[in-house]
């Protein structure tokens, strides 16, 4: 990036954005003062409602991956961006809260991993936990890095500065607040990335002539008509995503959305944190909600930077992709707005990368820390270890946030991303839940093969053995592969290896309920209105109908 991007900011923007940072670091500070235990400082002591932990968990992904990559996406793509949303998003959020949920949080499990271990063996959780571990750090980097390049670009802020300050922001209010700190700073920065974005799409229709004269414009584009439809085309990969339907519906429908909001546990910690089963069942659920809107301040901005920036879809400089959101803020708004704008940006990667930081520090101490190398040590000995965590996943994420700067398009690096650790991830776990023959060994050599598969096929891609139409269309293919290889091998083993006993599996396996476990429920749960299935299946409808218009 360079100056073509900067902002002409005055001091009532800076003083919004200083006004963030200051209340951020104070949630983290009040939250400190309920931290007396491990559970609280890794699961909020497994005590706030519903709507903190819902709206928490959208806003956790509501990072560099959604501000910035879905309005480049939008910008590259068109409309077809809705996919990730609206088929590869929504009915997975619900089937985690009604179906998932229970076996999450009925288990008293602390993480994702841990649950595979409890469900399989010792080696499948490790190799789990590392993994995660892993792409904890570097999806925290895409979000530093781009927070850093943004800051340059925007404000001027040389980008060690912009780096140290992003890192030292969300370091400071999760080692002091853990994740309630997150959780709470996740609520506030839900509302003010709402508020920093709403701005840009409302002046941008205003500009391109409201809805009708943004459709024109996109039509003489040259994304052209098709750029306007979800569905049409996508009988060949004649449209602009390169995707054949069943790629979209097994693919990403299936595959990495389902991989993604089932298993990963940056998302399924903030449902863990609930106070009850029921309010654990509603987060995602409530959290879908939302989620439906969201492509309107994100794939709306991208189709109006296409039709407005010119010479956008550069592959370096100022006109890449990526910069959409940024050119538009440049472009549209006034000042005071624009504070408010940036602000939004900044919160929207600290969000992310919070969600990385407090997930990584929690798998680290459980599944690593305390599970291989020291076992029981007093509680406040493990709350050390997390904080340290934190600082080591932060310095780490520094380091890896360079390695996001050879993408353009920074979803295309995150979805490679997912396809390599939640894919298989995903195909084990599900396979496991619901089929209990399956065994332990086969459990390890499925997640272990179903990853190397996906490995594969991307280096296989990038070194031009096997073409795909883009590198989305590879994330799809590779992900639908390594499920695959996941059940194919699950097959292979599961009959030549001894499955656990029923006992083992109770309250792991579908069939097999804890009927030890106490009702958890709270006055008002049973009100109709809280019914997890019937809010899932709202949603779920609201997504189908959505697609009617841009069909």
Do not use: C
Not at 18 to 36: D, S, W
Not at 267 to 284: D, F, G, K, W
């Amino acid at each position: 990036m360079g100056s073509g991007l900067r902002l002409n900011m005055n001091a009532l923007d800076y003083l919004i954005l200083a006004l963030y940072f200051v209340t951020v670091l104070g949630v983290g500070f009040a939250a400190r003062r309920a931290i007396k235990t491990s559970v609280d400082f890794f699961l909020s002591g497994r005590s706030l409602p519903a709507w903190v932990t819902g709206l928490a968990f959208v806003s956790a992904n509501l990072g560099a991956l959604e501000i910035i990559g879905m309005a480049a996406n939008g910008a590259q793509y068109g409309i077809m961006t809705v996919h990730y949303y609206w088929i590869g998003a929504v009915p997975a959020m619900v089937f985690l809260g009604i179906v998932m949920m229970p076996f999450y949080y009925g288990s008293k499990v602390r993480s994702v991993p841990e649950y595979l271990r409890l469900r399989f063996n010792r080696p499948t959780h490790l190799l789990n936990a590392i993994s995660f571990a892993v792409a904890q750090v570097l999806i925290a980097g895409v979000n530093l890095y781009a927070l850093a390049l943004i800051m340059q670009a925007l404000l001027g802020w040389p980008l060690w500065v912009a780096i140290v300050v992003g890192a030292a922001i969300v370091l400071a209010y999760i080692t002091v607040g853990g994740l309630s700190g997150a959780i709470y700073n996740e609520v506030l920065q839900f509302f003010v990335i709402i508020a920093g974005l709403v701005p840009i799409t409302v002046i941008g229709l205003v500009k391109v002539g409201g809805v009708n004269g943004l459709m024109d414009a996109v039509r003489e584009s040259r994304l052209g008509e098709a750029g306007l439809h979800a569905w049409q085309g996508t009988g060949s990969t004649d449209n602009p995503l390169g995707a054949h339907w069943l790629g979209i519906v097994f693919g990403l429908g299936f595959v990495l959305s389902f991989g993604y909001w089932t298993t990963n546990f940056a998302e399924v910690q903030r449902a863990l944190s609930a106070r009850n089963m029921s309010a654990a069942r509603r987060t995602p659920i409530i959290a879908a909600y939302p989620k439906l809107l969201i492509p309107v301040v994100t794939v709306i901005p991208g189709l109006i930077a296409l039709i407005t920036v010119k010479g956008l879809g550069a592959d370096q400089g100022d006109l890449v992709y990526n910069n959409a959101i940024p050119l538009l803020m440049r472009d549209l708004l006034p000042n005071g707005v624009l504070g408010i704008a940036v602000t939004g940006l900044v919160a929207s990667f600290m969000a992310g990368m919070a969600a990385n930081v407090s997930g990584f520090n929690t798998v680290f101490t459980y599944d690593i820390w305390q599970a291989y190398f020291r076992p029981d040590r007093p509680d406040g000995y493990y709350v050390r270890v997390g904080r340290i965590a934190t600082v080591v996943a932060v310095v780490v994420g520094i380091g890896t946030a360079f390695i996001a700067a050879g993408f353009s398009n920074i979803m295309n690096y995150i979805q490679a991303l997912f396809s390599v650790f939640n894919a298989p991830l995903f195909g084990t776990f599900i396979i496991g839940m619901f089929w209990r023959r399956m065994s332990a060994l086969a459990g390890f050599w499925s997640l272990l093969s179903g990853t190397v598969v996906a490995i594969a096929t991307y280096v296989l891609y990038k070194t031009g053995v096997i073409s795909f139409n883009s590198d989305l269309e590879e994330s799809f293919w590779g992900a639908g592969l390594a499920f695959v290889t996941v059940a194919v091998v699950a097959a292979i083993v599961t009959p030549l290896t001894r499955p656990k006993t029923d006992s083992e599996l109770t309250g792991l396996v579908y069939g097999r309920s804890d009927t030890t476990l106490a009702d958890d429920s709270l006055a008002g749960d049973a009100a109709w209105y809280r019914s997890p299935v019937l809010l899932g299946v709202v949603a779920v409808i609201l997504a189908a109908l959505f697609y009617i218009p841009v069909f």
